[in-house]
Nanobody
Framework: QVQLVESGGGLVQPGGSLRLSCSVS????????MAWYRQAPGKQREHVAT???????TYADSVKGRFTISRDNAKNTMYLQMNDLKTEDTAVYYC????????WGEGTLVTVSS
């Protein structure tokens, strides 16, 4: 069974940076594109960014120019570098396989507050 483990969240001031990691068990990571999602309090989960197997990214308009998604296929790990964080980025961040959704992990909480 595939396991998704997110880490790297925390409390940061507006304008700050964080780097999230997503560790994926199993060989599925090297076959499929991967994505980050987030769910803010009281809101539905939303797509943040996707990265292809060859590291080609796409982003939601709300994070373009501030977030960078990447992956290391040798380590079965995906990353999300988040810069110039805003209060509206506060959410629990999750990773998953968009074309082959797996059981969701626990996510990692990002809180942007002064």
């Amino acid at each position: 069974q595939v396991q998704l483990v997110e880490s790297g969240g925390g409390l940061v001031q507006p304008g700050g940076s964080l780097r999230l990691s997503c560790s994926v068990s199993g060989s599925i990571f090297r076959i499929y594109r991967m994505a980050w999602y987030r769910q803010a309090p009281g809101k539905q989960r939303e797509h943040v960014a996707t990265v292809s197997v060859s590291n080609s990214p796409t982003y939601a308009d709300s994070v373009k120019g501030r977030f960078t998604i990447s992956r290391d296929n040798a380590k079965n790990t995906m990353y999300l570098q988040m810069n110039d964080l805003k209060t509206e980025d506060t959410a629990v961040y999750y990773c998953n396989v968009p074309n082959n959704l797996q059981p969701w992990g626990e996510g990692t909480l990002v809180t942007v507050s002064s």
